[in-house]
């Protein structure tokens, strides 16, 4: 692991200034754990086991899910339907073009469920879990089309919390699992078995947090870590970067406590990561093999920990949500002049340029 310098490159997205917050619940009693991009604006999870549904720069909820009875661990959305998983052992399913708040599919699993996903041609939802108390943690897998238990699980992969699933978005049959253990693995689920689907073992000497492919082909894998370092990998399990513990990457106005999460953009083919500090700060930096660069300190939103992070970088807008139960949102709109200073006045859209991700 060889040490980096961070440059600063505030050209490479367009600034962002603050445009709405609101607060969940009182007092911050109501912890925000995750928040998502959907087609009509954000959904954001909560310590409250609800679901909340925000339009674009929304301070009011337009419709709030609630069916889980123990924390929800990860939110997703494909096409129309909002995913959750819990650790009461289900994967709920709504339909958001219907008007009830009621899941239109449930799959069960006798384990709590920390993380999953559904393949690119919808043909299996897969599912991560906690260790049990016969120390086995397990990828399950379900047939979409029908809710219920599992059709078949994986139990020799991981020793430990399987904290991360992600199916390839361009080979429906290969997936990625992260866990506790420190693993990374890749599986060809074309393959009937556990030890023949199971094809590259990553070792990233510390418990994976987060993980995900990125890149045109999604040939690369990102990997982050609940010491705050960050790795950078083939599908292959080559590792092509390690940055360590980027919060000793700090400096001047760059501040890391924690890595929120990382996100790739695949038309401009970049990594970006989303860091953060103590107090609410909220850090954009684009990700190369060998290089690190700060973007921009986004204008204070919150006062806490930002647990949740998403934006949409083609209409200029990100949200944010924290531990004390604020959400945040950010526009590309600069704020009316009678509210900025004459000095500000006058400012133009930053172009768009920057390196790309080039692993060779």
Request: aromatic content about 8%; overall charge negative.
């Amino acid at each position: 692991m060889s040490r980096i310098s961070v440059t600063k490159a505030p050209s490479l997205l367009p600034k962002l200034y603050p445009a709405a917050s609101t607060s969940l619940g009182h007092s911050g009693d109501v912890y925000i754990y995750e928040t998502i991009s959907t087609p009509h604006g954000v959904a954001v999870s909560t310590s409250a086991r609800q679901i909340q549904l925000y339009e674009r720069f929304g301070v009011s909820p337009l419709r709030t899910l609630e069916y889980h009875n123990d924390q929800i661990t990860q939110i997703r959305m494909r096409e129309q339907s909002l995913m959750s998983s819990s650790r009461d052992g289900q994967i709920a399913i709504w339909d958001l073009r219907q008007s009830t708040n009621t899941p239109s599919l449930v799959f069960k699993s006798e384990d709590p469920v920390l993380s999953f996903d559904l393949s690119a041609d919808n043909s299996m939802l897969v599912g991560g879990t906690q260790l049990n108390s016969d120390y086995m943690a397990k990828i399950q897998f379900w047939d979409p089309r029908n809710a219920g238990m599992p059709i078949k699980m994986f139990e020799d992969s991981h020793s430990d919390d399987v904290t991360q699933i992600h199916c390839n978005p361009n080979a429906p049959k290969q997936i990625l699992s992260g866990s506790t253990d420190g693993l990374l693995c890749t599986f060809d689920l074309s393959q009937p078995d556990e030890d023949d689907a199971l094809q590259f073992v990553a070792n990233t000497g510390a418990s994976v947090s987060q993980c995900g492919y990125f890149g045109p082909d999604s040939q690369f894998i990102y990997a982050q870590s609940d010491m705050e370092t960050l790795q950078l990998w083939t599908n292959e399990a080559t590792r092509l970067a390690d940055f360590g513990d980027v919060r000793e990457l700090g400096q001047g106005d760059l501040k890391i406590d924690y890595i929120v999460k990382c996100k790739y953009d695949p038309n401009g083919q970049r990594l970006y990561m989303v860091a953060g500090t103590n107090d609410g700060e909220v850090h954009l930096l684009h990700i190369g093999v060998d290089s690190m660069e700060h973007i921009q300190k986004l204008p204070r939103g919150n006062t806490g920990v930002v647990r949740g992070f998403d934006w949409e970088l083609a209409d200029g807008w990100a949200v944010a949500g924290c531990e004390g139960g604020q959400l945040a949102w950010w526009s590309k709109e600069e704020p009316p002049k009678a509210s900025i200073s004459p000095s500000s006045s006058g400012s133009k859209r930053p172009a768009l340029n920057g390196r790309r991700f080039a692993p060779y």
